[in-house]
């Protein structure tokens, strides 16, 4: 494990959670059966059209400013903005290109619980080729952005030189740079609502076999799934009203990229339970 500032290295967790949070500060690799923080790092900044631009201000001097952005990303995963000339952000990177873009995880319940991601370097304006390729991903993301064509408005990427990757409460690491630009993002992140949803409304016994028998858990009465990715699934679940929740991760014998490998996985699974 690679020695990170004590700064990061003393954060307070809640009890209990410090031997999760020394197994993933350089968690760029992974834990087996589940994604790198990498590929989480990647798969939150492809899944989100939004973030929050930090510059070094102008005036007031040397103070952080903070911007809501739209943004796509590039198969490197450097985030790609199309800014006005006249907005206070492109004031800021004109005289100090060093910026950080932030994104978040969507979801409900405790946002400090919720993933997050920022990359930190220095902006460039992207012109010729670099620039239309650019601006073809823009649209892509961003259909209704009109302002693309406005002559006051460039095209701006972020040349990432670290990514610092949080994943709720005691997950925490700094990412490589070049683990950052050759990860890939999840295939499944799309599909992802879906499959769950599908699960729990249509496989409820299923799940509850795989914590009674795969997870060594035989008293459990109840369980749903809460998360599904490429290498594993997520489940919560509860031998009664008292006990609480117990998060399961279950994986798959080898990586599933769509719905169908997924399908194919869990048939497997069902199998293993009923042998």
Same mark, same amino acid.
């Given at each position: 494990m690679s020695e990170q500032p004590s700064r990061f290295r003393d954060h307070a967790v809640p009890q209990g959670a410090r031997a999760a949070t020394?197994?993933?500060?350089?968690?760029?690799?992974?834990?087996?059966g589940e994604p790198s923080d990498a590929e989480r790092s990647r798969t939150l900044f492809t899944e989100a059209r939004t973030a929050t631009l930090s510059t070094i201000g102008v005036d007031p001097a040397g103070v952080p400013f903070g911007s809501?952005?739209?943004?796509?990303v590039d198969d490197a995963g450097r985030p790609i903005l199309c800014l006005s000339d006249l907005a206070e952000h492109t004031r800021n990177l004109a005289a100090d290109r060093r910026a950080s873009v932030l994104v978040v995880e969507t979801g409900e319940g405790d946002p400090l619980a919720l993933g997050r991601a920022?990359?930190?370097?220095?902006? !460039?304006?992207?012109? *010729?080729?670099?620039?239309?390729?650019?601006?073809? #991903? +823009?649209?892509?993301a961003h259909p209704g952005?009109?302002?693309?064509?406005?002559?006051?408005?460039?095209?701006?990427?972020?040349?990432?030189?670290?990514?610092?990757? !949080?994943?709720?409460? *005691?997950?925490?690491?700094?990412?490589?740079?070049? #683990? +950052?630009a050759h990860a890939e993002p999840d295939?499944?992140?799309?599909?992802?609502?879906?499959?769950?949803?599908?699960?729990?409304?249509?496989?409820?016994?299923?799940?509850l076999a795989f914590c009674r028998v795969l997870g060594d858990r035989p008293d459990t009465v109840a369980a749903r799934m809460v998360d599904v990715d490429r290498y594993g699934?997520?489940?919560?679940a509860s031998d009664g009203p008292e006990s609480g929740e117990k998060a399961l991760r279950f994986v798959f014998d080898e990586p599933a990229d769509?719905?169908?490998?997924?399908?194919?996985?869990?048939?497997?699974?069902?199998?293993r339970t009923r042998s």
């Open positions: 020394e197994r993933t500060l350089d968690a760029t690799i992974g834990l087996v809501l952005v739209a943004h796509a920022t990359v930190m370097g220095g902006m !460039v304006v992207l012109e *010729g080729e670099e620039r239309a390729a650019a601006l073809q #991903r +823009y649209r892509a952005a009109f302002y693309a064509d406005f002559a006051d408005f460039r095209i701006h990427r972020l040349e990432v030189a670290a990514v610092r990757y !949080v994943g709720g409460f *005691g997950r925490m690491s700094w990412v490589d740079a070049t #683990r +950052y295939p499944l992140r799309p599909h992802r609502a879906g499959i769950v949803d599908h699960m729990n409304d249509d496989h409820a016994d299923s799940l699934f997520s489940v919560l769509t719905p169908l490998a997924v399908r194919t996985a869990m048939v497997e699974l069902v199998r």
